[in-house]
């Protein structure tokens, strides 16, 4: 995806903690998005974040820095079911989503 | 509600057919997305709409592809004639004006569209 840069894979424990990092573009900048999709289905909403600062939500929370075009998803206990893709996604301009390729993620036992 | 609903599921077809993909989006939203998704490029936003007008269809590839939404409860993508790298999944999304900044997008289950 154009302007979103996250790795490609990362591997992690089952129990552990993760972070996957993004960074985007900052012209434009309306808000910044974390999507989770597994194999073969479609993508579904994690967290929104538009101010500075960290946004928690269970055992996922998301950080963002505007000055810097950086944002975060960490996952706490990490569950094999959370073994997924996670698309970072800026929008930018009137409605429109930017996504990045995404970042598999394999929990292993 | 049912959320937003894609089919088929599954389209395999030859070079050079018309194919005619469908989505009915959650009822009450304004908003409709159709997205291309592939391994080489993640998802691109092919054209979107609002109150059943194309606001953008920069991204729609070329000229054989057409979307239209006569209602705010149907949309279809057209393609034709269809070529074996339209091979894709293909996802609509709908949502509403929450707020001027945030809009959560929700994705169907898409249609996996296989061209020989």
């Known amino acids: 995806g154009q302007n979103i840069d996250q790795p490609t894979e990362m591997t992690a424990t089952e129990g552990a903690i993760v972070q996957i990092n993004c960074t985007y573009q900052?012209?434009?900048?309306?808000?910044l998005f974390w999507y989770q999709q597994h194999a073969g289905e479609a993508p579904t909403f994690l967290s929104y974040?538009?101010?500075?600062g960290l946004e928690e939500k269970g055992r996922f929370s998301s950080f963002l820095s505007r000055s810097k075009g950086y944002s975060y998803l960490l996952l706490k206990e990490l569950q094999m079911k959370d073994s997924a893709s996670y698309l970072c996604?800026?929008?930018?301009?009137?409605?429109?989503?930017?996504f990045g390729t995404g970042t598999r993620l394999k929990v292993l036992a | 509600d049912a959320g937003v609903i894609q089919s088929p599921r599954h389209e395999v077809t030859e070079m050079g057919q018309e194919v005619t993909l469908r989505c009915k989006p959650i009822?009450?939203?304004?908003?409709l997305f159709w997205y291309r998704q592939t391994m080489m490029r993640g998802l691109e936003l092919l054209i979107y709409?609002?109150?059943?007008?194309?606001?953008?269809d920069s991204g729609m590839p070329e000229d054989r592809f057409s979307a239209k939404m006569p209602n705010a409860s149907f949309s279809t993508l057209k393609i034709q004639p269809s070529e074996p790298r339209d091979s894709a999944v293909y996802f609509c999304?709908?949502?509403?004006?929450?707020?001027?900044?945030?809009?959560?997008?929700?994705f169907g289950a898409g249609t996996r569209l296989s061209v020989l």
């Open positions: 709409f609002n109150n059943n007008v194309p606001i953008d």
């Open positions: 009822s009450g939203h304004d908003y």
């Open positions: 996604v800026e929008s930018s301009g009137t409605y429109k989503y930017i």
């Open positions: 900052t012209s434009g900048f309306n808000g």
């Open positions: 999304a709908s949502s509403f004006d929450e707020d001027l900044t945030k809009n959560i997008q929700y």
């Open positions: 974040n538009v101010l500075d």
